[in-house]
């Protein structure tokens, strides 16, 4: 796996995680 294959991976799971917590606790982002 490529350096770029890494950072792809890396992004998608923080988008994730961003979104769950946002879905989560959405008072807190706005």
């Known amino acids: 796996m ?3 294959t890494w ?3 890396g992004l998608a799971v ?3 995680v ?3 917590f ?3 606790n ?3 982002f706005l």
Request: glycine share 12%; charged share 10%.
């Open 18 to 20: 961003y979104l769950l």
């Open 14 to 16: 923080g988008l994730l």
């Open 26 to 28: 959405p008072e807190r």
């Open 22 to 24: 946002f879905l989560l």
């Open 7 to 9: 950072i792809g991976l």
């Open 2 to 4: 490529t350096i770029f």
